[in-house]
Protein backbone atom coordinates (compact mmCIF):
# COMPACT_ATOMS: atom_id res chain seq x y z
CA UNK A 1 0.00 0.00 0.00
CA UNK A 2 1.27 3.52 -0.52
CA UNK A 3 1.95 5.34 3.63
CA UNK A 4 2.91 8.89 3.93
CA UNK A 5 6.36 8.41 6.04
CA UNK A 6 8.89 10.31 7.42
CA UNK A 7 12.36 8.90 8.39
CA UNK A 8 13.92 11.88 10.66
CA UNK A 9 12.32 15.14 12.12
CA UNK A 10 11.72 18.31 10.51
CA UNK A 11 9.59 20.42 8.34
CA UNK A 12 7.27 18.60 5.96
CA UNK A 13 9.56 18.17 3.49
CA UNK A 14 10.61 15.29 5.25
CA UNK A 15 7.54 13.68 4.13
CA UNK A 16 7.77 11.20 1.53
CA UNK A 17 4.99 8.96 -0.22
CA UNK A 18 6.76 5.21 0.08
CA UNK A 19 5.00 2.00 -0.65
CA UNK A 20 5.28 -0.77 2.23
CA UNK A 21 3.85 -3.94 3.53
CA UNK A 22 0.46 -3.62 4.47
CA UNK A 23 -0.84 -3.99 7.92
CA UNK A 24 -0.69 -7.61 9.30
CA UNK A 25 -4.18 -7.84 11.65
CA UNK A 26 -3.92 -9.04 15.38
CA UNK A 27 -7.16 -11.42 16.65
CA UNK A 28 -8.98 -7.99 18.06
CA UNK A 29 -8.16 -5.64 14.73
CA UNK A 30 -9.89 -4.72 11.49
CA UNK A 31 -8.64 -3.36 8.65
CA UNK A 32 -10.01 0.50 7.84
CA UNK A 33 -9.46 1.20 4.07
CA UNK A 34 -8.63 4.92 4.20
CA UNK A 35 -11.24 7.14 2.02
CA UNK A 36 -10.10 10.70 3.71
CA UNK A 37 -7.49 11.63 6.44
CA UNK A 38 -7.33 15.35 7.63
CA UNK A 39 -3.79 17.26 8.32
CA UNK A 40 -3.70 18.25 12.14
CA UNK A 41 -1.09 20.88 13.55
CA UNK A 42 -0.59 18.15 15.73
CA UNK A 43 0.39 16.22 13.08
CA UNK A 44 2.29 19.48 11.66
CA UNK A 45 3.82 18.65 15.10
CA UNK A 46 4.70 14.90 14.53
CA UNK A 47 6.71 15.57 11.70
CA UNK A 48 8.84 17.94 13.80
CA UNK A 49 9.90 15.87 16.61
CA UNK A 50 7.36 17.07 19.01
CA UNK A 51 6.09 13.87 20.43
CA UNK A 52 9.28 11.84 20.13
CA UNK A 53 7.51 8.99 17.41
CA UNK A 54 9.22 5.98 16.65
CA UNK A 55 11.36 6.21 13.17
CA UNK A 56 10.08 5.47 10.30
CA UNK A 57 6.40 6.83 10.88
CA UNK A 58 3.43 7.27 9.18
CA UNK A 59 1.74 10.59 10.90
CA UNK A 60 -2.01 11.37 10.83
CA UNK A 61 -5.23 10.97 13.37
CA UNK A 62 -8.26 11.53 11.99
CA UNK A 63 -9.76 9.53 9.29
CA UNK A 64 -13.24 8.13 7.62
CA UNK A 65 -12.99 5.22 6.02
CA UNK A 66 -14.80 1.88 4.94
CA UNK A 67 -13.75 -1.60 7.31
CA UNK A 68 -13.14 -3.89 4.87
CA UNK A 69 -11.30 -6.93 6.91
CA UNK A 70 -12.29 -7.80 10.12
CA UNK A 71 -15.14 -9.85 12.23
CA UNK A 72 -16.67 -6.35 13.81
CA UNK A 73 -18.77 -3.28 11.35
CA UNK A 74 -17.37 -5.10 7.79
CA UNK A 75 -18.29 -2.81 5.32
CA UNK A 76 -19.76 -0.14 7.22
CA UNK A 77 -18.26 3.51 7.18
CA UNK A 78 -16.54 4.39 10.28
CA UNK A 79 -15.01 7.89 11.42
CA UNK A 80 -12.50 8.85 13.88
CA UNK A 81 -9.02 9.22 15.63
CA UNK A 82 -6.48 6.32 16.78
CA UNK A 83 -5.08 6.63 19.65
CA UNK A 84 -1.65 6.88 19.37
CA UNK A 85 -1.64 6.97 15.57
CA UNK A 86 1.64 8.62 13.77
CA UNK A 87 3.35 7.84 17.52
CA UNK A 88 3.32 4.39 18.64
CA UNK A 89 1.83 2.97 15.64
CA UNK A 90 1.39 4.27 12.19
CA UNK A 91 -0.88 6.71 11.55
CA UNK A 92 -4.13 7.24 8.88
CA UNK A 93 -2.05 9.01 6.44
CA UNK A 94 -2.27 5.73 4.09
CA UNK A 95 -4.64 3.80 2.39
CA UNK A 96 -5.33 1.18 5.22
CA UNK A 97 -4.88 1.22 8.64
CA UNK A 98 -5.34 -1.83 11.18
CA UNK A 99 -7.54 -0.71 14.14
CA UNK A 100 -8.90 -2.61 16.94
CA UNK A 101 -12.78 -3.38 17.12
CA UNK A 102 -13.28 -1.57 20.05
CA UNK A 103 -11.64 1.77 19.27
CA UNK A 104 -14.30 2.05 16.11
CA UNK A 105 -17.41 4.32 15.24
CA UNK A 106 -19.88 4.61 12.49
CA UNK A 107 -19.81 7.31 10.40
CA UNK A 108 -22.88 9.81 10.57
CA UNK A 109 -24.77 9.24 7.73
CA UNK A 110 -25.38 13.23 6.44
CA UNK A 111 -21.52 13.68 6.40
CA UNK A 112 -19.23 13.14 3.45
CA UNK A 113 -15.71 11.08 3.81
CA UNK A 114 -13.88 14.00 3.36
CA UNK A 115 -16.09 16.09 5.72
CA UNK A 116 -16.14 13.14 8.58
CA UNK A 117 -12.62 13.05 8.39
CA UNK A 118 -11.92 16.59 10.14
CA UNK A 119 -14.23 16.29 13.25
CA UNK A 120 -11.98 14.17 14.76
CA UNK A 121 -9.12 15.81 16.95
CA UNK A 122 -11.14 19.38 17.14
CA UNK A 123 -14.57 17.92 17.95
CA UNK A 124 -12.71 15.63 20.73
CA UNK A 125 -10.61 18.47 22.02
CA UNK A 126 -13.41 20.73 22.56
CA UNK A 127 -15.92 17.82 23.72
CA UNK A 128 -13.34 16.84 26.26
CA UNK A 129 -12.62 20.07 27.56
CA UNK A 130 -16.05 21.43 27.90
CA UNK A 131 -18.34 18.31 28.97
CA UNK A 132 -15.79 15.59 30.19
CA UNK A 133 -13.29 17.73 31.90
CA UNK A 134 -15.26 21.03 32.57
CA UNK A 135 -18.80 19.66 32.82
CA UNK A 136 -20.24 22.83 31.12
CA UNK A 137 -23.78 23.20 31.97
CA UNK A 138 -27.31 24.98 30.46
CA UNK A 139 -27.11 28.54 30.92
CA UNK A 140 -23.01 29.18 31.95
CA UNK A 141 -21.30 31.52 30.00
CA UNK A 142 -18.23 30.46 28.09
CA UNK A 143 -15.61 32.12 27.35
CA UNK A 144 -13.13 31.02 24.13
CA UNK A 145 -10.15 31.84 23.22
CA UNK A 146 -8.65 31.18 19.21
CA UNK A 147 -12.30 31.20 18.38
CA UNK A 148 -11.77 31.27 14.85
CA UNK A 149 -9.70 28.30 15.04
CA UNK A 150 -11.19 24.39 14.32
CA UNK A 151 -11.20 23.80 18.19
CA UNK A 152 -13.07 26.74 18.77
CA UNK A 153 -15.53 26.44 15.87
CA UNK A 154 -16.69 23.04 17.51
CA UNK A 155 -16.52 24.27 20.88
CA UNK A 156 -19.23 26.95 20.04
CA UNK A 157 -21.30 24.30 18.68
CA UNK A 158 -21.23 22.10 21.07
CA UNK A 159 -21.88 24.75 23.84
CA UNK A 160 -25.11 25.73 21.82
CA UNK A 161 -26.04 22.17 21.74
CA UNK A 162 -25.74 22.16 25.76
CA UNK A 163 -27.50 25.54 25.98
CA UNK A 164 -24.49 28.04 27.11
CA UNK A 165 -23.80 31.43 25.98
CA UNK A 166 -20.29 32.04 24.13
CA UNK A 167 -18.00 34.99 24.16
CA UNK A 168 -15.92 34.41 21.14
CA UNK A 169 -12.09 35.95 21.50
CA UNK A 170 -9.97 35.21 18.19
CA UNK A 171 -7.32 38.16 16.63
CA UNK A 172 -8.71 37.65 13.03
CA UNK A 173 -12.38 36.74 12.69
CA UNK A 174 -14.09 34.27 15.15
CA UNK A 175 -16.61 31.91 15.15
CA UNK A 176 -20.04 33.51 13.08
CA UNK A 177 -21.88 31.52 15.86
CA UNK A 178 -20.96 33.21 18.65
CA UNK A 179 -22.91 35.59 21.13
CA UNK A 180 -20.78 37.72 21.78
CA UNK A 181 -17.32 38.71 19.49
CA UNK A 182 -14.15 39.86 21.03
CA UNK A 183 -11.83 41.58 18.46
CA UNK A 184 -8.56 40.93 20.63
CA UNK A 185 -6.65 43.30 18.28
CA UNK A 186 -9.31 45.98 19.56
CA UNK A 187 -10.37 45.15 22.72
CA UNK A 188 -9.01 44.11 25.99
CA UNK A 189 -10.22 40.39 26.64
CA UNK A 190 -10.28 41.07 30.60
CA UNK A 191 -12.61 44.25 30.32
CA UNK A 192 -14.83 42.69 27.01
CA UNK A 193 -15.45 39.86 29.36
CA UNK A 194 -16.72 41.75 32.65
CA UNK A 195 -19.01 43.85 30.47
CA UNK A 196 -20.99 41.47 28.36
CA UNK A 197 -21.04 39.53 31.53
CA UNK A 198 -22.11 42.90 33.98
CA UNK A 199 -19.08 42.91 35.77
CA UNK A 200 -19.35 39.05 37.27
CA UNK A 201 -17.04 37.18 34.85
CA UNK A 202 -17.65 34.09 32.62
CA UNK A 203 -18.39 30.55 34.27
CA UNK A 204 -15.97 29.23 32.49
CA UNK A 205 -13.25 29.68 30.13
CA UNK A 206 -11.60 27.63 27.00
CA UNK A 207 -8.65 28.78 25.88
CA UNK A 208 -7.10 27.41 23.34
CA UNK A 209 -4.11 29.89 22.60
CA UNK A 210 -2.39 29.77 26.04
CA UNK A 211 0.72 32.00 26.59
CA UNK A 212 0.17 35.68 27.51
CA UNK A 213 -3.10 35.48 27.10
CA UNK A 214 -3.34 32.48 30.37
CA UNK A 215 -3.57 35.46 32.65
CA UNK A 216 -6.22 37.48 30.81
CA UNK A 217 -8.16 34.66 31.08
CA UNK A 218 -7.95 33.79 34.58
CA UNK A 219 -9.26 37.33 34.70
CA UNK A 220 -11.87 37.14 33.07
CA UNK A 221 -13.18 34.01 35.47
CA UNK A 222 -16.25 35.08 38.09
CA UNK A 223 -15.80 33.29 41.56
CA UNK A 224 -15.76 30.03 41.38
CA UNK A 225 -14.97 29.89 37.81
CA UNK A 226 -13.21 27.04 35.80
CA UNK A 227 -10.28 27.56 32.74
CA UNK A 228 -9.55 24.71 30.66
CA UNK A 229 -6.16 24.89 28.99
CA UNK A 230 -5.40 22.55 25.52
CA UNK A 231 -2.88 24.46 24.28
CA UNK A 232 0.44 26.68 24.53
CA UNK A 233 1.22 29.05 21.51
CA UNK A 234 3.95 31.14 22.30
CA UNK A 235 7.86 29.74 22.47
CA UNK A 236 7.64 30.31 26.47
CA UNK A 237 5.70 27.64 28.52
CA UNK A 238 5.70 29.34 31.53
CA UNK A 239 3.15 31.73 32.21
CA UNK A 240 2.34 33.96 35.19
CA UNK A 241 -0.33 33.02 38.04
CA UNK A 242 -1.22 35.15 40.93
CA UNK A 243 -1.71 33.06 43.51
CA UNK A 244 -3.41 35.39 45.77
CA UNK A 245 -5.98 36.15 43.38
CA UNK A 246 -6.40 32.52 42.09
CA UNK A 247 -7.24 31.06 45.72
CA UNK A 248 -9.36 33.71 46.98
CA UNK A 249 -11.23 33.89 43.42
CA UNK A 250 -11.95 29.78 44.18
CA UNK A 251 -10.68 28.92 40.63
CA UNK A 252 -9.98 26.01 39.25
CA UNK A 253 -7.25 25.36 36.52
CA UNK A 254 -7.88 21.93 34.09
CA UNK A 255 -5.57 20.72 31.70
CA UNK A 256 -6.45 18.52 28.92
CA UNK A 257 -4.89 16.59 26.47
CA UNK A 258 -6.38 14.33 23.73
CA UNK A 259 -3.23 12.74 23.16
CA UNK A 260 -3.52 10.76 26.22
CA UNK A 261 -7.09 9.42 25.26
CA UNK A 262 -7.79 5.61 25.13
CA UNK A 263 -9.36 4.00 21.61
CA UNK A 264 -12.42 2.95 23.27
CA UNK A 265 -12.70 6.59 25.07
CA UNK A 266 -12.43 8.22 21.86
CA UNK A 267 -15.01 6.20 20.56
CA UNK A 268 -17.75 6.61 23.39
CA UNK A 269 -16.70 10.70 22.50
CA UNK A 270 -17.33 10.16 18.59
CA UNK A 271 -20.66 7.85 18.92
CA UNK A 272 -21.80 10.90 21.62
CA UNK A 273 -20.92 13.77 18.87
CA UNK A 274 -22.39 11.82 15.54
CA UNK A 275 -25.70 12.26 17.68
CA UNK A 276 -25.23 15.83 17.53
CA UNK A 277 -24.45 15.91 13.65
CA UNK A 278 -27.64 13.95 13.04
CA UNK A 279 -29.50 16.12 15.14
CA UNK A 280 -28.30 19.10 13.44
CA UNK A 281 -26.51 20.72 16.24
CA UNK A 282 -23.59 20.34 15.02
CA UNK A 283 -21.85 21.04 11.31
CA UNK A 284 -18.56 21.06 9.54
CA UNK A 285 -17.61 22.99 6.54
CA UNK A 286 -16.20 21.81 3.78
CA UNK A 287 -12.54 21.23 3.45
CA UNK A 288 -9.98 21.53 1.08
CA UNK A 289 -9.29 17.80 -0.43
CA UNK A 290 -5.61 16.65 -1.72
CA UNK A 291 -4.79 14.35 -3.86
CA UNK A 292 -2.70 11.53 -1.75
CA UNK A 293 0.32 12.65 -3.93
CA UNK A 294 0.25 16.03 -3.09
CA UNK A 295 0.18 15.93 0.80
CA UNK A 296 3.27 17.42 1.57
CA UNK A 297 2.23 20.54 -0.10
CA UNK A 298 -0.68 20.19 1.76
CA UNK A 299 1.06 19.80 4.86
CA UNK A 300 3.20 22.75 4.59
CA UNK A 301 -0.51 24.85 4.15
CA UNK A 302 -0.87 23.75 7.65
CA UNK A 303 2.87 24.14 9.25
CA UNK A 304 3.08 27.75 7.52
CA UNK A 305 -0.68 28.85 8.54
CA UNK A 306 -1.65 30.19 5.26
CA UNK A 307 -5.35 29.10 5.76
CA UNK A 308 -7.88 28.02 8.32
CA UNK A 309 -9.68 25.79 6.41
CA UNK A 310 -9.37 22.33 6.94
CA UNK A 311 -6.82 20.39 4.72
CA UNK A 312 -7.88 16.92 4.16
CA UNK A 313 -6.16 13.66 1.91
CA UNK A 314 -8.30 11.91 -0.18
CA UNK A 315 -7.51 8.51 -1.38
CA UNK A 316 -8.48 7.34 -5.24
Known amino acids: MKALRFHQFGTPAVLHL ?13 LVQIKASSINPSDVATVAGRFHSQRPMTPGRDFAGVVVQGEVLKGKQVWGTGAGFGV ?23 LSMEQAAVVGVPYLAAWQSLVEAG ?28 GATVLAADLAQGSQDADVSIN ?33 CLRS ?3 GGRQIAIANNGPD ?16 LIGVDTQKLTGPQIAGMMNQLRKGFEAGYLRVSRPETN ?18 TKQVLVFG
Open 135 to 162: GLQKGERLLITGSGGAVGSAATQIAHWR
Open 291 to 308: PFDQAVEAYSKVAEKRTR
Open 184 to 216: LKDEDLVSAAQRATGGKGVDIVLDTIGANLFSS
Open 18 to 30: EEVPGPTLQDDEV
Open 88 to 110: VRPGAHAEFVAVPSSWLSEKPEG
Open 237 to 252: PEVHLNLSDFYHNQLH
Open 221 to 223: LRV
